[in-house]
């Protein structure tokens, strides 16, 4: 299929399905630009990487009530060929608007020392809700060799929606895209193949904030297989390959 046109995004705020979740803008009283690259993630910057580090509990110390948020986002796809039988039950071949997503949050502290990051979203196109991304962490702070010792464990849901980065395949390119627009069908299995699908347990260390260190084990709800995961951060980067959707035009509309 010949590519339509470039992708274009039109934003009417600035947090939606890439997750800059306001409720951590509102537990901080700081603008999501502090936390994240171009203001609406899901990249992090320092500042957005300790505050999931240290669990999602910084706050500016008011009471904001529970940390709850709800984003929706609405597509028009145009592709380069019609789709034959329309783009999804219900749709025409071409130039579609849907509902794609309605997610709501709790984003923020549980506890003084335990957060979390718990999405639950319903997709419009499928008709169907389903926990999303989930990661609840519970953190402490130390001393070794002189040098502050963060340490945590953390309970979740797929490989990568740990990264302190948020730059590996579940916080991946592209942020947002067409539910019904085609797209290739061959990927890694840790490139989404077990998001959502997981359940997992996991530690981490980071030391004198220089050098950070995590294990995982999972357990794919679907077949019961167990898998042990190390992710050094710091060359895991650069091994992940997201097919990026350029044979498509659509236009994404996000508020929040």
Known sequence: MRAAGAG??????????????????????QPCAACHVG?????????GRDFKLHGYVGNDGQDHGLPLAMTTRLAFTHTGAPQGGGAAPGLRPNDNTTLETISLFYAGKITPNTGGFIETTFEGVAQKQH??????????????LGHELLWGVTANNGPTVTDPWNSTPVWGFPYNRSSIAPRPTGATLIDGGLAQRAGGLGAYLLWNDLIYAEVDAYKRTLNARLALQYVDYFTFNGTSANARDNNNLYLSASTG
Request: glycine share 6%.
């Open 8 to 29: 274009m995004l039109i934003w009417l705020a600035p947090v939606a399905a890439a997750h800059a979740v306001p409720a951590f803008a509102v537990q901080t009283s």
């Open 39 to 47: 203001a609406f993630g899901p990249q992090l910057k320092p500042f």
């Open 131 to 144: 926990l999303d991304n989930v990661d609840i962490r519970h953190t402490g702070t130390g001393e070794w």
